[in-house]
């Protein structure tokens, strides 16, 4: 017969162990910046495990240039840095968590949905990509057709429907 003092010491063990790698595991992340810099220096973002812009450093020679191309080179090294966020996760959790662990492999399935490869470039007013983006085509993508003006259908009314539904009196009463 297995003693329930051990059972209950072995599984107060296991929970401690397990304590211990979540702390380990939250703080890991609390930590982790990806930071990531334009081809000349003159941008650099820095984000946190979660993907989110926690800095942001801008040169002084990008005063020189165009708004709209120095805010496309802005988020196109911000969608660097978040496309990297899920291979810096797994290096930094891989230790703790194994590898080719099931959390392991969640993790990262969530990360790269949230933070997918950056597309090719900027197009300005229609985000990234060469099209604007689109679902495809769906019944509602035809030009609506133009309003058939149809008259109303008559009732025949008679002034004596009116003064049955309340007789003499309104219907406030």
Do not use: C, W
């Amino acid at each position: 017969m297995t003693d329930p003092d051990a059972l209950l010491s072995q599984y107060e063990g296991r929970l401690a162990d397990a304590q211990r790698k979540s702390d380990a595991i939250r703080e890991g992340l609390t930590r982790l910046r990806v930071v990531e810099s334009s081809a000349d220096g003159q941008i650099v973002v820095t984000i946190n495990d979660a993907g989110n812009l926690v800095d942001l450093k801008l040169g002084t020679s990008l005063q020189r240039k165009d708004g709209d191309s120095v805010a496309q080179e802005v988020l196109r090294v911000l969608q660097g840095a978040q496309s990297r966020v899920a291979a810096t996760v797994q290096e930094a959790l891989s230790p703790m968590l194994g590898a080719d662990s099931e959390a392991m492999h969640f993790m990262m399935d969530k990360l790269r949905s949230a933070h997918p490869l950056p597309p090719a470039q900027y197009v300005p007013g229609g985000g990234y990509g060469d099209e604007p983006h689109r679902l495809g085509a769906i019944e509602d993508d035809a030009p609506p057709s133009p309003p058939v003006a149809r008259p109303r259908p008559q009732l025949p009314r008679s002034s004596q429907d009116d003064e049955e539904d309340f007789g003499d009196k309104g219907f406030l009463r």
